[in-house]
């Protein structure tokens, strides 16, 4: 399985930008997408993250309001739409996957405090640079 994000680019403040994340080799019915991001010289951020099975989603403050999760469970391809972009949302966005194999329940926002090596499934990142 392999995690491609796509999507990235410069755009200027207040600008929009959709991400996605696809997912080859992947098959499988209940998990979930998150995506970090981290800026130069600071520790990584959660940003969002979506669960396939019910399509609930918790948001970062930060981002609340502004950017949208969603899922193609049949394309297996996720996404991050961000709108009135702030040059503080620049950095490396990653998504990251991780499988619920044996179902049950978590708390989404607990899976941004995940360390990386903790998901099954994690992307190489796309650059998204907003200027003021």
């Known amino acids: 399985v392999q995690l491609v994000e796509s999507g990235g680019g410069s755009v200027r403040a207040g600008g929009s930008l959709t991400l996605s994340c696809a997912a080859s080799?992947?098959?499988?019915?209940?998990?979930?997408v998150a995506w970090f991001r981290q800026a130069p010289g600071k520790e990584r951020e959660g940003v969002s993250v979506?669960?396939?099975?019910?399509?609930?989603?918790y948001y970062a403050d930060s981002v609340k309001g502004r950017f949208t999760t969603s899922t193609d469970n049949a394309k297996k391809v996720a996404r991050l739409e961000m709108y009135s972009l702030k040059p503080e949302d620049t950095a490396v966005y990653y998504c990251?996957?991780?499988?619920?194999?044996?179902?049950?329940?978590?708390?989404?926002?607990?899976?941004?405090?995940?360390?990386?090596?903790?998901?099954?499934?994690y992307g190489q990142g796309t650059q998204v640079i907003v200027s003021s």
């Open positions: 990251a996957v991780l499988l619920f194999l044996g179902g049950g329940e978590v708390t989404l926002s607990t899976i941004l405090s995940r360390s990386r090596y903790e998901f099954d499934y």
């Open positions: 080799g992947f098959n499988f019915d209940d998990y979930a």
């Open positions: 979506i669960r396939s099975r019910d399509g609930t989603t």
